[in-house]
């Protein structure tokens, strides 16, 4: 390491970093207004200076974790998690950061207009929470049509005599001034059964939303229909890739995002937009997928994979990545809604 090189002060001053006078004459390093004494600039004029502190690793703490399956997998316990983790936008290996920079940045999303489908990081929440119009018309058709073909069964409702408030009063209780003098009708109790849907969303890079949004409406449906004869549903998107990074074309990588657990409500608007939006899916759950590799990218981030066997027998109902049509999106839920008798037993 070099030293600084000493030299005679020709002012009186201070050191700026001890604050001990400075006669002229004295020597010292750096300038007038930025003197600095020997003893502080040298410790001992027969020690080098300290090296600098080597700089802290650049990478968030997630990544692709291998698994005992043999893949490679990164879980994210909510849809906000997972839009922090995208926006946060820091590859787990630092030599992608060129990578991400020329693919997912602002300025490349506004190149790339068919890719993304105009949509942008920098509004991707407000994407998420304002979903377009015809990809709720596409949901809503869906949910008609199993309407259509599906009779739905109401849930047993039980007479509750003898409340506070309720539907209609009593009125013998209320002649003879009892408080609790109102009916009310309720819902039998019956323990609720928590069912499991996994969607894998990734699409090719030539697909639009009309190729993955049949896939997400016939999974929102099928989830509504079930919330509706009281059961928990959760749902899961998938992104599973083979050949994400090099040279390993073989292994398989998948990110996990649960975009509803089963104790919360089913609000359709706020998970329509990742799993039917073909732009917001590729600014989720692609770039996660591109930000969690630890290794180097391959240009094309792999080919689309099917789930595997393994990881499908943990879900109740599961719809791939070979579903990209309203036909066989229809027919998914046709055949599912046929095992929802098994399901409920």
């Not at 020597?27 to 200076?49: D, F, N, Q, W, Y």
Request: one cysteine or more; proline letters at 7%.
């Amino acid at each position: 390491m070099v030293a600084k090189q000493l030299k005679p002060s020709r002012y009186r001053t201070t050191c700026r970093t001890c604050g001990s006078a400075i006669r002229p004459g004295d020597m010292i390093t750096g300038g007038k207004g930025r003197s600095v004494c020997a003893t502080c600039s040298h410790g001992s004029l027969a020690e080098p200076a300290a090296p600098a502190p080597a700089p802290r690793p650049i990478g968030p703490v997630r990544g692709l974790d291998l698994e005992s399956s043999g893949v490679h997998s990164l879980y994210l316990e909510s849809l906000s998690e997972a839009v922090d983790y995208v926006t946060a936008g820091v590859p787990a290996a630092a030599e992608n950061i060129p990578f991400i920079a020329s693919r997912y940045s602002e300025n490349a999303a506004r190149s790339r207009t068919a890719f993304f489908e105009r949509h942008l990081p920098s509004t991707l929440a407000s994407d998420i929470a304002n979903p377009k119009k015809s990809i709720l018309d596409a949901v809503d058709s869906m949910r008609r049509s199993l309407t259509e073909s599906v009779v739905l069964t109401s849930p047993a409702r039980n007479r509750r005599r003898g409340v506070d408030t309720g539907d209609e009063i009593n009125v013998d209780r209320f002649l003879s001034r009892q408080p609790e003098c109102w009916d009310r009708i309720e819902r039998a109790p019956k323990p609720k059964r928590v069912v499991s849907i996994a969607i894998n969303g990734i699409t090719p890079g030539n697909f639009e939303s009309r190729h993955l949004c049949p896939r997400g409406a016939a999974v929102i449906a099928l989830a509504d229909y079930l919330t509706e004869q009281g059961y928990s549903v959760g749902i899961t998107l998938f992104a599973c890739s083979r050949g994400l990074c090099l040279p390993a074309h073989s292994d398989i990588s998948i990110v996990n995002i649960a975009v509803k657990h089963p104790d919360h409500p089913m609000d359709i608007n706020s998970i329509v937009a990742p799993v039917c939006d073909a732009g917001i899916n590729r600014l989720v759950a692609l770039k996660a997928l591109a930000l969690a590799a630890r290794s180097t990218l391959d240009d094309g981030l792999g080919t689309c994979q099917s789930l595997p066997a393994e990881l499908k027998q943990r879900f109740v109902f599961c719809i791939d990545c070979d579903v990209s049509s309203e036909a066989s999106a229809r027919s998914w839920l046709q055949d599912c809604i046929n095992k929802t008798q098994p399901v409920a037993a």
